[in-house]
């Protein structure tokens, strides 16, 4: 029951669910996936987030 409940607050991959890893910065948190399908970067003093993902980004030229 409570490693379905972990799971569930785990930042994952939008397309392979593999689980994000995270580092820090001085003015930001990054997490990205291990197969680099997916990237956000977060600036709490701003309050923004930005989100990178290139297996879309690719195709819409």
Do not use: W
């Not at 890893?21 to 930005?50: F, W």
Request: glycine fraction near 4%; proline fraction near 5%.
């Amino acid at each position: 029951m409570l490693n379905k409940l972990k799971f569930l607050f785990q930042d994952r991959c939008p397309d392979c669910e593999q689980k994000l890893i995270s580092r820090q910065e001085d003015m930001a948190t990054i997490k990205h996936c291990p197969d680099h399908h997916y990237t956000e970067e977060i600036y709490n003093q701003l309050g923004v987030t930005i989100v990178y993902h290139p297996s879309k980004d690719n195709g819409s030229t």
